[in-house]
């Protein structure tokens, strides 16, 4: 028997998210704000940098005790 790997790179598809809504945006397809049109490029962002600050919270946290 063959083994099987499944692999899902996330930022292909955060990539090509925010390509598709660009072009739906473009060409009139939708009618949202350019915020959320390009959330899928400042989405992620926002999640690593509030990882960041519970990270630093923390770490001031315990280095006091």
């Not at 063959?2 to 598809?13: A, H, K, L, T």
């Not at 990539?15 to 949202?32: C, R, S, T, Y």
């Not at 390009?38 to 960041?52: D, E, K, R």
């Amino acid at each position: 028997m063959s083994d099987v790997n499944i692999e899902i790179n996330f930022g292909s598809f955060v990539g090509a998210l925010a390509i598709l809504f660009i072009a739906l945006k473009l060409l009139d397809k939708i009618d949202w704000s350019w915020w959320w049109v390009l959330s899928p490029l400042w989405i992620p962002i926002g999640i690593v940098l509030g990882i960041g600050i519970i990270i630093l919270i923390l770490g001031v946290i315990f280095t006091r005790w």
